[in-house]
T-cell receptor, first 114, second 115 residues
């Protein structure tokens, strides 16, 4: 069964600190992995997208890594800001259809305190 | 910021009412999607469309219906709303990037409450 598991479920950090969010998946055949940021009451916004051949991708203070062998990904946030408070969702796409079917994790709820 | 819009953003209605959630995008994307998301839970695909006059049901069974008469417009309709339909509904559209991956752009969502 294609699944995406994220940890931790929630995380509280102080402003300026770094943090790392984890994602494990069983989706096969794998096409790509995305990290989205979803502010409360808003739609998800894409942070990074990585294909099988990519190990790391950065977007400002966000750096995503991918290990396709172990089927794990992480999202590292550097020097956190209050505006980073949001849910971070790991999404994996399979190669099984032209639809680009997406499998969503439940997200990690990050809270950044001043 | 993606050019995909949803209205209304918030809706509170009584049981039995018919409602239509609007979604439009100005990016010319062929593929469009409707997701349902409950608090703290993952998004579930309820409908998708490959293009005009093409609609399919998604993974999660839904009593809603959709139509795609124009490329830019993908409305979702509930003929008779029930409290179990209370949820957030997210519309998305996608484009092929580099011939290999589909970048999905999401609208801001409609928070529906059925009393």
């Amino acid at each position: 069964k294609n699944q995406v598991e994220q940890s931790p479920q929630s995380l509280i950090i102080l402003e300026g600190k770094n943090c790392t969010l984890q994602c494990n998946y069983t989706v096969s055949p794998f096409s790509n992995l995305r990290w989205y940021k979803q502010d409360t009451g808003r739609g998800p916004v894409s942070l990074t997208i990585m294909t099988f051949s990519e190990n790391t991708k950065s977007n400002g203070r966000y750096t995503a890594t991918l290990d396709a062998d172990t089927k794990q990904s992480s999202l590292h946030i550097t020097a956190s800001q209050l505006s980073d408070s949001a849910s971070y969702i790991c999404v994996v796409s399979d190669r099984g259809s032209t639809l680009g079917r997406l499998y969503f994790g439940r997200g990690t709820q990050l809270t950044v305190w001043p | 910021e993606a050019d995909i819009y949803q209205t209304p953003r918030y809706l509170v209605i009584g049981t039995g009412k018919k409602i239509t959630l609007e979604c439009s995008q100005t990016m010319g994307h062929d593929k469009m999607y409707w997701y349902q998301q409950d608090p703290g839970m993952e998004l579930h695909l309820i409908h998708y469309s490959y293009g005009v006059n093409s609609t399919e049901k998604g993974d999660l069974s839904s009593e809603s219906t959709v139509s795609r008469i124009r490329t830019e417009h993908f409305p979702l309709t509930l003929e008779s709303a029930r409290p179990s339909h209370t949820s957030q509904y997210l519309c998305a559209s996608s484009v092929l990037r580099g011939g290999r991956s589909y970048e999905q752009y999401f609208g801001p969502g409609t928070r529906l409450t059925v009393t």
